[in-house]
């Protein structure tokens, strides 16, 4: 069942265009993660599907369905409804995300009394019991504490039991795991795994980190300047890389044993534009190694496979011959 | 760190103080405050030669314990002080969240009112204002009310945009939150302690200011035993009377200063337990 369907979405802040016809699709318990350099578009993506975009962002798409119901259309009030109960978000910053001047307890407990309408005590029992799934122990007393109390690995937790308090279809995390460090990382990574796996969550993840992508997504979309270059199944994504941006993106990543120490790391050079309206032709022309004077003019949609598409003139049968 | 802690107990105390004698004047007091006796006027003070214990601070010009017209004084001035930070922080806090939160043409307009308001110059308004409605309790209230609202606005409005781009404000509206949820218990309560440490010091403001126009006449009507009235009904007499206007000036130097020296140790043991 397909729960978020995006087609054609675009974004723009005044001048800028901050995401420029993505179209993405998200079945029940599946994850799609959403992978590119920072300022690419990703969390403005994330933020136009909750309807959430800061000051002078315009969103227009052709459809912005979520299980299979318009959403483009609804006003404020049918969205705050939505947003906490059937959609959710997890930000990156769990040492901000959370208000330091309420405890753990009566944060959760106010999202549930908002779209639940459970007594307080109610509330706070279905907190405890989201505390605990999470892998929170002691959640009795959690609840009671201050944000400034728990850890940095704890408020993520917090984060992600609120939620799945009204038990969500669709969960989207914006770089869940980046404030974070190594170990803390892998157990709310897993943590995240488990809980799609046992409620059959759609997650929208999502990353600028290649491994979490491998280890996490069904499915990877990856951005550059505010349009999805490449698209597929995760495994032929990264085994067959067809966009000069995804090779280069994973040329980057330094793989012990095989960089000799003192080579340099692998990087693309030069930074992602800002794209005014206007604007035609490859985003990436001018950082990539291919380019020629034609991808100022506009760039095809190509299938390397099936379920696998890419944004750019190369055929798909260039990858191999550079590998 | 322990001197300024211990100042910030003494400018607590005094205001603690003074606000008890305030509510209890009734009880404290030992005599009527209103009550003339023209055969006892300028009685000189306890400490000076020929002063007597029945009243320990003198007698005004009418014959007046000024003892008792203090202690019910004490009642006028935390009333103002304390009735128009309400006031003021109502209108200031408002327009400042507002404008902070949403920005765009509700900040231009704020930051109008707050650039018109500076604008206005102070105890001109609150004469003419005064002038023409007449002088009373209440009037004076919402006079400087009115007037000292320009700190909250410019506070909560900062304070506002700093606390609108963390997080948290992006969580609890993905968490499904109303626009005035987010303001009234996400916003709000995240942006009290800098707001508290205005009230303090508008609150000597307002007080200083109540006490000037009572000096001019303009403030709270005679016979309200007010200190800025006593300076002013003294101020004749304080060749061959300086306490008539010494022991309300000191009264009101003496509650100012409790008030700020408590405002400022507020303020630095605020930000000590922020930068924590």
């Known amino acids: 069942m397909t729960v978020l369907e995006i087609s054609d979405l675009y974004v723009r802040f005044g001048e800028i265009l901050a995401v420029r016809g993505i179209s993405l699709t998200i079945e029940r318990g599946q994850t799609h993660c959403l992978v590119g350099e920072s300022g690419c578009g990703k969390s403005v993506t994330a933020l136009a599907t909750m309807g959430l975009l800061a000051r002078g962002g315009v969103r227009t798409a052709t459809r912005l369905q979520f299980q299979g119901a318009d959403i483009a259309a609804l006003d404020e009030t049918a969205m705050s409804r939505l947003r906490g109960d059937k959609m959710a978000m997890i930000f990156q910053e ?11 307890g009566s944060q959760m407990a106010e999202v549930l009394r908002r779209h639940r309408r459970l007594s307080r005590r109610a509330a706070l029992g279905r907190a405890a019991e989201l505390l605990a799934r999470v892998g929170i122990t002691a959640p009795g007393l959690r609840l009671g504490q201050f944000p400034h109390q728990l850890s940095g690995g704890l408020r993520q937790r917090v984060m992600i039991a609120m939620a799945l308090l009204c038990d969500p279809e669709l969960l989207i995390a914006d770089e869940p795991t980046t404030a974070l460090d190594v170990t803390v990382q892998a157990q ?13 969550l759609a997650l929208l993840l999502i990353t600028h980190d290649l491994g979490i992508v491998a280890r996490m997504a069904h499915r990877v979309s990856v951005m550059y300047a505010g349009e999805i270059v490449e698209s597929g199944p995760v495994a032929d994504v990264f085994l067959r890389p067809t966009h000069p941006y995804t090779r280069g ?61 890419y944004l750019c003139r190369l055929p798909r049968e260039w990858t191999r011959d550079v590998a | 760190m322990k001197a300024r802690r211990l100042v910030t107990w003494l400018g ?146 900062t304070t506002t ?58 403030g709270v009507p005679p016979p309200f035993p007010s200190w800025g009235l006593m300076i002013a009904e003294g101020k004749d007499y304080m060749f061959f009377s300086p306490w008539v206007i010494m022991v309300p000036g000191i009264a009101l130097f003496i509650l100012v200063l409790g008030i700020n020296l408590f405002g400022d140790g507020l303020r630095d043991m605020l930000g000590v337990a922020r930068a924590q």
């Open chain 1, 94 to 104: 769990p040492m901000t995300s959370l208000n330091p001047a309420y405890t753990v």
């Open chain 1, 188 to 200: 709310i990574l897993r943590l995240l795994q488990e809980l799609q796996r046992e409620l059959g």
């Open chain 1, 249 to 309: 993106l994973l040329d980057c990543i330094p793989v012990p044993g095989k960089v000799a120490p003192g080579a340099p790391l692998g990087s693309i050079p030069g930074v992602v534009p800002r794209i005014r309206a206007g604007f035609a032709g490859c985003g990436f022309r001018d950082r990539c190694a291919q380019a020629v004077t034609d991808c100022a003019m506009g760039t095809p949609l190509q299938q390397a496979s099936a379920d696998h598409a």
């Open chain 2, 12 to 157: 607590a105390a005094i205001v603690g103080g003074i606000a008890l004698i305030a509510i209890f004047a009734p009880l404290l007091a030992p005599h009527d405050p209103f009550a003339q006796n023209l055969n006892a006027r300028t009685v000189v003070p306890y400490w000076m030669d020929g002063g007597t214990t029945d009243h320990l601070f003198g007698t005004d010009q009418l014959g007046r314990d000024y003892l008792s017209r203090l202690i019910f004084g004490a009642r006028i001035s935390m009333l103002i002080g304390i009735m128009t930070v309400l006031t003021s922080g109502l209108i200031g806090i408002t327009l400042g969240v507002l404008g902070g939160f949403f920005g765009g043409w509700v900040d231009d307009a704020v930051m109008f009112a707050i650039t018109c308001r500076l604008a206005i110059p102070l105890i001109l308004v609150a004469l003419t204002v005064v002038a023409l409605v007449g002088s009373s309790f209440t009037v004076v209230i919402f006079t400087l009310g009115l007037l000292l609202w320009e700190r909250f606005a410019v506070v909560a409005r």
């Open chain 2, 161 to 218: 945009m700093q606390v609108r781009t963390l997080d948290y404000i992006a969580a609890a509206q993905a968490a499904g939150a109303s626009r005035w949820h987010v303001l009234w218990r996400e916003v709000l309560p995240n942006i009290l302690t800098p707001l508290i440490v205005v009230a303090t010091l508008e609150m000597a403001l307002a007080i200083l200011l109540e006490a000037a126009l009572s000096f001019l006449g303009l």
